[in-house]
């Protein structure tokens, strides 16, 4: 009866063995087959991957060739206004040659010496724009763009770092344009100017009287940046 008894045993235990290695042999099977599947995702990815990248490529560079091309265009532009400008148009060339007579100078208005100066400092033509801003405020004293071309003199000048001959500006602006719209922001570059000379208490007593003096404006919300900047 025993035997019998340890031989049934035997036979549940080995059947049991049997059917764990077989759950094993499955789950390893699955897990591969996972392994493969996510290969294949991550090698498809990757590729997607890689014709994005070509395509990025190939858009920059028809930008950059457009960007090229526009720059062209507007040297050709350019050169083409020069010629033309240099055309006169009137009487036949004999008659020209007969009776030569100087030309008048043609002076520029206020605002295209403005809009001329503005496109040169954006250029980066710094010393044209200066050439054109002094000559604004020389030949129209009270124009409305007259305290935005001293404004814009002390702005280049506080670029190249010398603060003192910026003050100069800015503070022109502030005394002979008092009701111009350039004076908040003379005052916030002024204050600026002494901080960049290292002349602290006069930068802080600047920033005061903007935000005093101009409240809930941008220039008085960036002086107030400026005077926690100083005071830490």
């Given amino acids: 009866m025993r035997k019998l008894l340890g031989i049934a045993l035997l036979s549940i235990a080995s059947f049991g063995c049997a059917t764990v290695g077989q759950q094993s042999n ?13 290969k294949a995702r991550v090698s498809l990815n990757e590729k ?25 265009l507007k040297k050709e532009v350019e050169q083409l206004k020069g010629v033309v400008s240099q055309v006169t148009v009137g009487a036949p060339v004999q008659q020209q040659e007969s009776s030569q007579k100087p030309q008048p100078v043609v002076q520029m208005g206020a605002k295209d010496l403005y809009r001329q100066a503005f496109n040169a400092m954006e250029a980066g033509d710094f010393d044209k724009a200066e050439q054109l801003f002094q000559q604004l405020v020389q030949q129209y004293p009270d124009s409305d763009l007259a305290d935005n071309a001293l404004y814009w ?18 503070q022109q602006v502030i005394e002979k344009y008092p009701d111009g719209n350039k004076v908040p922001a003379a005052m916030l570059k002024l204050a600026l100017s002494y901080r960049g000379m290292g002349d602290i208490n006069k930068a802080k007593e600047i920033l005061q009287e903007v935000i005093q003096k101009y409240p809930g404006t941008p220039e008085a919300g960036i002086a107030k940046v400026k005077l926690m900047e100083l005071e830490r």
């Fill in 48 to 72: 997607k991957v890689n014709g994005l990248e070509e395509r990025v490529s190939k858009v920059e560079d028809r930008v950059a060739t457009n960007e090229q091309n526009i720059y062209d």
């Fill in 26 to 38: 499955t789950d390893i099977s699955s897990l591969k087959a996972e392994i493969e599947a996510l």
């Fill in 153 to 170: 003199i002390g702005e280049i000048y506080y670029s190249h770092n010398d603060y003192e001959t910026a003050a100069k500006y800015f």
